[in-house]
């Protein structure tokens, strides 16, 4: 009988500060050990702790801060996204007072501006990062989750920047929104998914507490349009 083998529950921690030049930025470390890089502060949980003591403990460890932990971004379990072993990352969202110094796993510490973190991440954190920027975004509601092909950094084209994100439709299944979002990108529309659930900033429904919105471009919204209408059509 072959040994049963299960991911390694881990934490990532967005910890957003005051630079002393007045403006709030993200704390990164770059990483002592491979995979290299700079990275989100975050680490395995031990054993017989959980998941906000572990957020707290990797964050005290490696930047010197005792963070207030004010919420969860979004569960992470991409099978490639750590390349040393299947993880599942639960990011925490934190605030801390005081200057951060580099401890533990990390060689040297910074605290960068969304338009500062220009390279890339090491893990998914680019990704992460990039969701969590669209989630404020959005007003500190709702979130929006996207799965974006070259997540390495958080680099988005000034076309797309200026563009505003429109609603094309809303369904009830976000298993219908996936095929949805990825039959419009195979088409090149840009495309991103808004969770509507009360009181939740994921995407998902739960009872028919909420729906998951499909936004694209604005550009893109008839061509969208039309892609949508026969995309049901096919569907009979």
């Avoid at 799965?147 to 680099?155: I, Y």
């Amino acid at each position: 009988m072959s040994e049963r083998k299960n991911p390694l529950p881990t934490v990532d921690i967005i910890i957003e500060i005051d630079r002393t030049d007045g403006k709030k930025g993200i704390v990164l470390i770059e990483r002592k050990n491979p995979p290299f890089g700079w990275a989100l502060p975050g680490g395995f949980v031990d054993y017989g702790e959980s998941l906000e003591q572990a957020a707290i403990r990797e964050a005290k460890e490696e930047t010197s801060l005792e963070v207030e932990l004010i919420g969860q971004l979004h569960t992470y379990s991409d099978p490639n996204r750590d390349p040393r072993v299947h993880t599942i990352s639960t990011v925490f969202l934190a605030r801390a007072v005081g200057e951060p110094r580099a401890e533990d796993d990390a060689k040297n510490i910074g605290i960068f501006t969304r338009e500062e973190i220009n390279f890339p991440l090491a893990f998914d954190h680019g990704q992460i990062l990039e969701d969590y920027f669209l989630w404020k975004e959005a007003g500190e509601e709702i979130f929006l989750y996207t799965h974006h092909k070259n997540a390495g950094s958080l680099e988005t084209s000034e076309e797309e920047k200026e563009q505003p994100l429109v609603e094309l439709t809303r369904v009830w299944s976000l298993a219908e929104a996936e095929v949805i979002k990825n039959f419009l990108e195979a088409e090149g529309i840009t495309c991103l998914l808004k969770g509507q659930i009360v009181h939740s900033i994921y995407p998902f429904t739960m009872d028919g507490l909420g729906e998951t919105v499909i936004l694209v471009l604005g550009k893109d919204l008839e061509k969208a349009r039309q892609l949508l209408e026969e995309f049901s059509a096919s569907k009979g």
